[in-house]
């Protein structure tokens, strides 16, 4: 998501500051800025030109008045609001006294902001950042010192958020605060240091220390001040780091796709963030279609290319449960070659990480021309295909490097389960009971993403196993079917084998005669409505010979017993049971590829977003 990387105290606070900004670069942004302690005050400058924002933040810089003490940067990857100077960090008081840079997401951030407004307070930009500016403001001007004003603020906003505030009235002082979104302060020789990852730092600090939920640190050339959210002084936790830049930058992990892997997590709990309300509704604050034009719909489209397409199979399951819509799906390079039958009471839901995937946006182009309603579903704030649509649902996964996609994936799912409970909602398909229980399952999502990482410690060594197979079937059903899809191809991308996803009640009516002595067929098994005919199908390629891994629920022996090998992952809805049958099988295609000695992050032929058609 966003880097951010204060320094107070050192030599060339400007240029070190623009050396960590570079640091977090590879984490991806669309803007960034910086507020410099300069002689007359405050001196921010913001820079929104996708890549090149470092670049022109830098000529900016070049041209700042007069030494500097201190400073903050920021590098955004927008989730509010679209990357715009206005929308960069950092954010200031209506004063231009004090400047804000903030990770994470504000979910109460429309309540205060209205607030605020009526209280008189001017606020320029469209992000949930800026409200903290002006919280912040609000507490000093009752008479609140700036770190007491930080924990002031914090008590008033929900949500998740790493910040750092500096204030022209003390030039050699940065606080910083965090909850739930990470948040690393150090130590260095006479100066002190604040940056929301390890590599911006490295080098530098000669201790770090990370921050715990709800914790302020006050920190100065002389050191760093801790204290809880009663305002105790506590005793920060350091870390032992011994990473180079390039680790760092991976966070520990040897690539970006393990790293990803295991940000799921964060990617799940970043979608659902803000849009399950406590009373059991579902909130799409970007949706902008009307919710009469949505109950009127009579049928929806979803396109999609590659892993995205997988994630649309998965909602046209969940889709025509719940909200008792038809949904048709399909591959956006076909679609607009069809003939599609389109109208103004069609709904298309094009589905795209990137939002820039050519056959994607020519096919969402398309349909707008035959008058449907177009709803997009991406990773990246404003990009083409958010703009052109009539509404918008982000995933808020953070940016994705590995090429291979992981993380994207799990909050595609989410956020399209998400918009199929919306759409049960607004269409009285289930009651809202129904919904409020579904949306408590859901919220168990996060966790359980990150017990199934933890149940797949040894999947090297499951792996290892089949390390000489040439041919690999996946095979499910029900919901299971796309998540095999899903494992062939992660299978295919990274470690170049063979690999073919089907319908496990397909394989008999053709692709079992391919079946033979050492072919792996791996099974989604775990314990949905069709689990007892899946293990019928599992039973038929054991008789021809096949070895066989199955994805089985936590402590399901009855499963594991007609398997070589068994990948476990928690239980939940059976409709929620692909975001984490996925999981092992992204692990056992990177580990097999990683035993290859393939590069998993570059795979050879593919292009993290294919812009042609
Ligand atoms: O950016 P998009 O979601 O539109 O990309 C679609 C596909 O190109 C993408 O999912 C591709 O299949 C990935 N490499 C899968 O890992």
New binding site residues.
């Given amino acids: 998501m966003c880097g951010i990387i204060g320094i107070t105290g050192c030599l060339d606070v400007p240029e070190a500051i623009l050396e960590g900004l570079a640091r977090l670069e590879y984490r991806g942004y669309d803007s960034a800025g910086v507020a410099l302690q300069v002689e007359d005050g405050l001196w921010v400058s913001r820079a929104a030109n996708g890549s090149k924002s470092l670049a022109d933040l830098r000529r900016a810089v070049s041209g700042a008045p007069g030494s500097c003490r201190a400073g903050i940067g920021h590098t955004r990857w927008a989730t509010h609001g679209k990357p715009s100077e206005v929308n960069a960090h950092p954010h200031q008081d209506c004063k231009g006294t004090l400047a804000v840079v903030h990770n994470g997401i504000i979910e109460n951030h429309f309540e205060i902001a209205a607030k605020l407004s009526a209280a008189g307070h001017e606020l320029v930009s469209s992000t949930d950042s800026e409200v903290l500016a002006h919280l912040v403001e609000e507490a000093i001007a009752e008479g609140a010192s700036l770190v007491d004003a930080v924990r002031a603020c914090m008590k008033k906003v929900r949500g998740s958020l790493a910040m750092v505030v500096v204030h022209a009235s003390d030039p050699e002082l940065m606080v910083a605060a965090r909850r739930v979104s990470p948040l690393i302060v150090a130590t260095a020789d006479a100066a002190g240091l604040v940056a929301s990852d390890v590599p911006a730092l490295l080098g530098w600090a000669t201790a770090m220390y990370a921050l715990e939920d709800d914790e302020v640190a006050e920190v100065s050339p002389g050191g760093v001040l801790v204290s809880d959210a009663s305002g105790a002084r506590v005793e920060p936790a350091r870390l032992e780091v011994d990473w180079d830049v390039g680790a760092a930058q991976k966070g520990g992990f040897d690539d970006f796709m393990l790293k990803e892997i295991h940000e799921q997590p964060d990617a799940v709990a970043g979608t659902l963030m803000g849009r399950l309300s406590p009373s059991g509704e579902v909130l799409l604050d970007e949706m902008r279609i009307d919710d009469d034009e949505l109950r009127e719909v009579e049928k929806v489209f979803i396109v999609?290319?590659?892993?995205?397409?997988?994630a649309g199979l998965v909602a046209k399951y969940a889709m025509e449960h719940w909200a008792r819509t038809a949904v048709e799906i399909d591959i956006?390079s076909e679609f607009r070659y069809r003939d599609p039958i389109l109208d103004s009471r069609t709904l298309v839901i094009g589905?795209?990480?990137?939002?820039?995937?050519l056959?994607?946006l020519q096919a969402i182009r398309y349909a707008r021309r035959w008058n449907a309603k177009v709803l997009v579903v991406?990773?990246v704030v404003d990009s083409s295909m958010a703009r052109e649509a009539d509404g918008v649902i982000y995933t808020r996964a953070g940016p994705e490097i590995g090429?291979?996609?992981?993380k994207?994936?799990l909050a595609?799912l989410v956020a399209l389960e998400v918009l199929s409970l919306y759409l049960a909602g607004l269409r009285g398909t289930l009651y809202p009971a129904e919904i409020s229980g579904l949306l408590d399952s859901m919220r168990e999502l996060p966790a359980k993403v990150a017990q199934a990482l933890e149940g797949s410690k040894d999947i090297f060594d499951v792996a290892a196993r089949f390390a000489s197979a040439e041919e690999f079937f996946f095979i499910g059903r029900h919901v299971g079917y796309p998540v095999a899809l899903e494992g062939a191809?992660?299978l295919k991308?990274i470690s170049y084998l063979h690999a073919e996803g089907y319908p496990a009640g397909e394989l008999k009516h053709g692709p079992i005669a391919l079946l033979e002595e050492g072919t792996v067929v791996v099974g989604i098994a775990t314990r949905t409505r069709l689990w007892e005919k899946m293990m019928a199908n599992v039973a038929e390629v054991r008789a021809r010979g096949a070895m066989v891994v199955l994805v089985a629920n936590d402590g399901d022996e009855e499963t594991a017993a007609l398997a070589d090998a068994t990948l476990w992952v928690p239980s939940t809805h059976p409709l929620f049971a692909p975001v984490l049958d996925v999981i092992p099988l992204q692990l056992f295609a990177y580990a097999l590829a990683r035993a290859r000695g393939n590069d998993v992050d570059r795979?050879r032929n593919?292009?993290?977003?294919?812009t042609v058609e």
Avoid: I
């Fill in positions: 999609a290319c590659g892993s995205s397409y997988h956006a589905v795209s990480q990137s939002g820039e995937t056959d994607t991406s990773n090429v291979a996609a992981t994207t994936f595609q191809l992660k991308e795979p593919l292009a993290k977003t294919v």
